[in-house]
């Protein structure tokens, strides 16, 4: 591209193959922070997003309706598994929690790092790939088939792929 007149659509672009990026791979680029939503506690807790960089807090309602915060001397955190995984510690049993949906709350950091450099180099040649295909296929002109992604784009994630649990 040798004009800015494409560098916001550009941007969206790379957004977008980001996004999508972080979506088949089941995991965080950058550190982001999200919230997960369980109706109890179980044996293992499976993190949906990878790689787990740390668990914030957990959180839950106990059986007098009481939102409480675990102490986390009660769990370990695995960021070393994918997906990573929290779970009892040594001679520690879970609270009781109330009958109800969405009783214990995990707030977690899954990402590389704090800056895109962060990201494993195949994902970022993966997502440049993806805006390149993006940018020179915007435009559709009636009978001709949408190009299909290049294959590279599927090898280069293939690694990355968390398995769905």
Do not use: C
Request: charged letters at 20%; hydrophobic letters at 40%.
């Amino acid at each position: 591209v040798d004009s800015t007149a494409d560098d916001t659509y550009i941007d969206g672009l790379i957004q977008a193959a980001r996004m999508h990026v972080e979506s088949v791979t089941r995991r965080a680029l950058v550190n982001q922070t999200w919230k997960l939503y369980l109706d109890y506690f179980t044996e293992y807790m499976r993190i949906p997003r990878a790689p787990l960089q740390s668990v914030d807090s957990i959180e839950y309602v106990d059986s007098d309706g009481v939102t409480k915060t675990l102490s986390s001397s009660v769990y370990t955190v695995d960021t070393d598994s994918e997906p990573g995984l929290i779970y009892l510690a040594y001679n520690q049993a879970w609270p009781t929690v109330r009958s109800i949906d969405k009783a214990v709350t995990i707030t977690f950091v899954a990402g590389y790092g704090d800056d895109a450099t962060d990201v494993p180099e195949p994902i970022r040649q993966a997502i440049m790939l993806l805006v390149g295909h993006l940018y020179e296929n915007r435009e559709i002109a009636a009978p001709v088939a949408l190009q299909q992604v290049p294959m590279a784009f599927d090898a280069l994630l293939a690694p990355y792929r968390v398995v769905r649990f």
